[in-house]
């Protein structure tokens, strides 16, 4: 090990994945973000919800839940007909170490950003700040030399690579070395609206809030309600931005809807056509999606487990690696133990020690994802999604970090 010597490492992708290794990885390191959008990249303003095992990790890194406005979830509630069918209460934090968060995308995303880029004095921690260069993508790269080709034509050496390029990865072939895995569609389509709570009362007018969005009933549920005739339609919902505004999913089959988006899940969705679908829910929920000012669809899609997650000095993190729907809510979660997992790149790591050590995050890191993205593939068919998220709670929720997983299975002592 040489003391003080620093990798130079280049990150592919600002967005989740991205933003939480560079925090990660800059104590120690020198790092630069290349993002091919512009600083205002479009991330939604919809909902995220952070298990656990995500806000764990967060947690260790300085999130701050203020600044983030994140609302603690308490349990899951399944609705039909407006009755409460089950309410499971769930004290995370005493089980887990954390609760679950509920929080705006974009408000999640800025608070990535400042723990990425702020100054070390500010987050009382060693290194300097990450770099994010905007409006350039890598359009090539060399895994095994750590060679990125940029888009403005030059090309970058780089001790590691982490491509966190997203669902539509341009780098994970390179990596898996075979054109055969990219994300396809599951036949699920998902509507997303973030309302503001102040909307949504004007909207009501005389009539009584729902049960699951009033702050004294709803007593910080993520709240999951199933359509009344049975169909497979069902909508999540749960308060964000310190409970100023509701997220709402709204997720059916594809065949239902006709609308066809695929490639960005910013797209705009069709306002009437969401209320069309989801409006015979109840007159209550029929005016709240009508007070949403902005609404996203995306066809969900999900990817084939890969063979391989490394290659040479390079990573896949994040969707590049694992894309797969929300029906357990565990994306961006497993985002950010992919990136926890480069804390293995240790202060002193030296150049050729870089393979070898990508293997290991890898060892943990693939198997995991596999069980949950198989969990998550058995919630497409039935839709029943709060009773195999409660089912699956000790396995998604209990995951601790890389030097804990490696210590469970190997017996080798965490740092
Ligand atoms: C409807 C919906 C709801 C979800 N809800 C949840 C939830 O509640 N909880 C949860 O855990 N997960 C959830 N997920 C999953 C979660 O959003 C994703 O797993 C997560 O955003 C993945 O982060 P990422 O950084 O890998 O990708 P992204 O956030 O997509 O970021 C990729 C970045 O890379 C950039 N990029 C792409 N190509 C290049 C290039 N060639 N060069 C440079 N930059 C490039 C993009 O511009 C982007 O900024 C949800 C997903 C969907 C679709």
Redesign the pocket.
Known sequence: MINGHKLRVVI?????????AARILREHHDVTV????SEE?A?GG??????PN?VKILDRIGYDHGRAAAVPIYGIRTYKNGNVLEDVGMNLKSWFGADSL?QK?SDF?DELMRLATAPSSELGILGDPAKIVFD????GLNPDEGIVTL?DGSTIIADVVVA????????RNIVVGSEDYFAKKTGLT?Y?VAVATEDAKKELGDLPPPHWWEPNTYQNRSSVIYASDDSPRFITAYPIRNGSYFNL?CILKTQESSTSTTES?NANGDHAKLIELFGDFSESIRRILSAAKEV?V?E??DLELLPTWTRGRTML??????????MQ????????EDAESLRLLAPGTRREEVEDILKLAESIRRPRTAHILAETRKSHANMKVAERLTKNLDFNCGYDGIYAALEARDGVLGS
């Not at 350039?136 to 359009?139: D, G, L």
């Not at 993190?317 to 929300?326: R, V």
């Open positions: 592919v992708g600002s967005g989740l994945a991205g933003l939480t290349y993002e091919r959008g990249v991330t919809q909902g995220i919800m952070i298990a995500g509920a995308r995303r350039t993508a890598a359009t888009s966190a390029d997203g669902i539509h990865s341009r780098l998902c997303r999913s899940w996203k995306w969900l899609q993190i994040g969707d590049a690696a694992h894309a797969m729907t929300p809510g565990q994306g961006a979660n497993l985002s950010i």
